[in-house]
């Protein structure tokens, strides 16, 4: 017998009245929901709701089985909602849920507030609301003062807030710091999710700052979430690990084997039929295939994938499918198409507040089609992005903004229309983000030049030359000189 036949036979009970029923069905649906049972979790409480853009009916329950029914049926919304792409379904979940925080708190049940207000927080983090989803998720984990499940939940979502955000130090640092915790929740689920997302921080790291041991130990946490999400049958989550394996693969240049894991990551979620996951995958299939030069497909399966998002909340993931698509327009030499891709995913990102999304796709706009675009609309994008992306603490972000700026400068002096005075600022701008990417490799390398240009990509010499004729105030930074010594023994002829 399944899990999901086996719990839901328990609400057979005759001597169940109306508000047992609701509280064991609540308990039932949390358990399924657990696992990625979304559908036998609104079975479970079926009784008192019906499904997505459906009110709960919580008439006849007393004050704490209609909040849980409203808590069960907002997190619910949220996670259908994100599986189907159905639109506007955060919006719902998030009415649900802040009902349900209300109730709960007029009856002083504290525990129940913060885990409204943590599922709350994944809704806001959906939608690219990630200020929000910070503040929420940093109150929670304030006011829980033992060790949890559900403060261990509150702490993972607050980490993969920072990491959506960009800030993979910051989320790598939140998930270490918690170890402990994690290693005395017995949850599966919550176990493999800590793994998966540390494995996804340290795959980005390894990125930005060159670091091969943190790709060495992101495929060593991927076992580990595979193990646990194995453990907890959560079918949904080992397809996640899988499309995270495919783009490691992808980035280290593996491209047939980052194809089998795709495949399979595909292969799960379209038997679950959660589109808005498979629709990831297939965003992550894109930019394998546009690395092995098959622009068309790349296309095709971009296309595809932000089709699939354009109706879901998830903004964030939809403006990062917008940009690959752009880049499969632009390959192909359909460089309208690929303009109105481009600045779609901009308009996307920053109005979800994803302003690193919203950057990266003016980078990429400029670095597809610096070539092919009116001057003063290039000068536009670069300060865009600059404004964007001021406040990255990324070196691979940073050096992009730096060639970019001085692609614009040499587009515009090759058409022949920047003045002097302009050309000034925009240097100006371009010198300003270079001499914050060397200071962050120098204070990154404890001040060595060899290792700050190891990790810049610079030869050793190339960057103290730039550092003398530009940046001479970052001599004080580095290390000092060592100065060879002389051999004492003196050769006579």
């Not at 302009?422 to 701008?429: A, D, M, Y």
């Not at 103290?464 to 002389?486: F, G, N, Q, S, V």
Request: with cysteine; net charge neutral.
């Amino acid at each position: 017998m399944s899990l999901r036949a086996s719990l839901l036979r328990q609400l057979d009970n005759p001597i169940l009245n109306k508000n047992q029923r609701a509280e064991l069905g609540c308990d039932i649906a949390r358990q399924l929901e657990d696992v990625g049972d979304y559908e036998g979790a609104r079975e479970a409480i079926g009784e008192f709701w019906r499904g997505l853009g459906e009110r709960p009916q919580v008439a006849g329950l007393n004050e704490s089985g209609a909040a849980e029914v409203l808590l069960r049926a907002g997190t619910l919304t949220g996670w259908l909602g994100n599986c189907t792409q159905a639109n506007d379904a955060q919006e719902q979940a998030k009415n649900l849920i802040t009902e349900a925080a209300r109730i709960f708190g007029s009856l002083a049940s504290q525990k129940k507030v913060l885990e409204a207000q943590t599922e709350l927080a994944y809704c806001y983090w959906r939608q690219g609301e990630y200020d929000e989803a910070r503040i929420i998720l940093t109150e929670v984990i304030e006011q829980l003062s033992t060790d949890s499940a559900l403060k261990a939940k509150a702490v993972l979502r607050l980490a993969i807030v920072e990491g959506s955000a960009n800030r993979y130090s910051d989320a790598l640092r939140i998930l270490t710091d918690a170890a402990p915790l994690f290693e005395k929740i017995t949850n599966y689920s919550i176990k493999g999710n800590y793994h998966n997302n540390l494995g996804v921080f340290l795959k980005n790291l390894a990125a930005f700052e060159r670091r091969e041991d943190y790709l060495d130990r992101a495929f060593v946490e991927y076992e580990a979430a595979s193990y646990y999400f194995e453990q907890a049958g959560h079918m949904s989550y080992c397809a996640h690990v899988e499309n995270n394996l495919g783009f490691i693969l992808y980035k280290a240049g593996k491209y047939a084997e980052a194809h089998t894991h795709l495949d399979r990551a595909r292969r799960i979620f379209s038997s679950l039929k959660d589109r808005g996951s498979a629709a990831q995958v297939n965003d992550t299939r894109a930019r394998v295939l546009l690395a092995e030069g098959r622009n068309e497909d790349a296309e095709k399966v971009a296309r595809a994938s932000v089709r699939a998002l354009e109706s879901g909340g998830r903004q964030s993931v939809l403006a990062e499918a917008l940009t690959t698509h752009g880049a499969a327009l632009a390959r192909l030499g359909m460089h309208e198409h690929a303009q109105q891709a481009f600045y779609r995913a901009m308009d996307v990102a920053y109005q979800a507040g994803a302003l690193n999304d919203a950057g990266g796709g003016a980078l990429t706009l400029i670095e597809e089609l610096g070539e092919h675009l009116p001057s003063d609309e290039l000068q536009s994008l670069f300060g865009r992005a600059l404004a964007w992306l001021e406040t990255s603490q990324h070196l691979q972000t940073l050096q992009r903004l730096c060639r970019a700026g001085r692609r614009v400068l040499a587009v515009r002096w090759k058409q022949g229309d920047l003045e002097a005075g302009r050309t000034g600022t925009l240097r100006e701008s371009v010198q300003q983000h270079e001499k914050k990417l060397i200071r962050q490799a120098l204070q990154r390398t404890d001040g060595s030049v060899t290792q700050a240009a190891r990790l810049l990509g610079l030869s050793h010499q190339s960057l103290i030359a730039i550092i003398e004729r530009r940046h001479r105030d970052l001599l004080t930074e580095r290390k000092p000189k060592m100065r060879r010594k002389t051999n004492i023994i003196k050769w006579h002829t």
